[in-house]
């Protein structure tokens, strides 16, 4: 199993209400990541988790919470979210904590209304 | 902040010719993906080269780098229409972080 999961494929909310985004992998990988990604723009990090450990944070908003139950599952819990915030979400898995290949998703297409 | 810049932000051909796309970054690397993207979709990784490499190939697809200029290139060859995507650099930062920093990316048209 060579996929990298993502649910829901589209999500609508409104800035009162609570969601997650959900990302799972079967491949053994030991590092996950969360990217958020504008139309017409390259993706951005947005949290990385080694080891099941939070271990980049890159200075995002609270109101994303990112949670790792398991080595094969990684949420990104979603709590009063503006407009600019809808995009696409990736989620990646990388054998290793390092820069080397990492497997994508498919993505979470999010508007907030 | 962004390492890789590619360039051209756009390119348009005709199936079965060669299309280059070319990236550059700013500071010192252990390695340089290339990722693909169809509209709207996750990223599919395509060839990884090490800073002690110049040269990869992976079918079509044909990447240099020199670490010299900072700069790499791809060469996809004898494109065709499902080549359409666009296509982003990647970057580490030597040193051993986990975080890897995406160009803003070209986008390839292949006409049929």
């Known amino acids: 199993d060579t996929e990298v999961t993502q649910t829901p494929k589209h999500l609508v909310m409104g800035m009162t209400n609570k969601k997650s985004l959900k990302c799972e992998q079967h491949?053994?990988?030991?590092?996950m990541y969360w990217y958020k990604q504008k139309a017409k723009k390259p993706p951005e990090l947005m949290f990385v988790y080694s080891y099941e450990k939070l271990s980049i944070n890159e200075s995002v908003p609270s109101r994303f919470s990112p949670e790792c139950p398991n080595s094969s599952l990684l949420n990104l819990h979603l709590h009063a979210l503006q407009p600019e915030d809808s995009a696409l979400y990736l989620c990646a898995s990388s054998y290793d904590p390092s820069t080397d290949t990492q497997y994508f998703g498919p993505g979470t297409r999010l508007t907030v209304l | 902040s962004q390492q890789g810049e590619e360039d051209p932000q756009a390119l348009s051909i005709q199936e079965g010719e060669n299309a280059t796309m070319n990236c550059s970054y700013k500071t010192s690397i252990n390695n340089l993906q290339w990722y693909r993207q169809n509209s709207g979709r996750g990223l599919v990784h395509l060839i990884l080269?090490?800073?002690?490499?110049r040269e990869k190939h992976s079918g079509r697809l044909r990447v240099t780098l020199d670490t010299s200029k900072k700069s790499s290139s791809l060469l996809i060859t004898a494109s065709r229409a499902a080549d359409t995507a666009s296509y982003f650099c990647a970057t580490d930062e030597q040193g051993g972080s986990e975080k890897l920093v995406f160009g803003k990316g070209t986008k390839l048209t292949v006409n049929p």
């Open positions: 080269i090490r800073s002690n490499e």
């Open positions: 491949m053994g990988h030991r590092a």
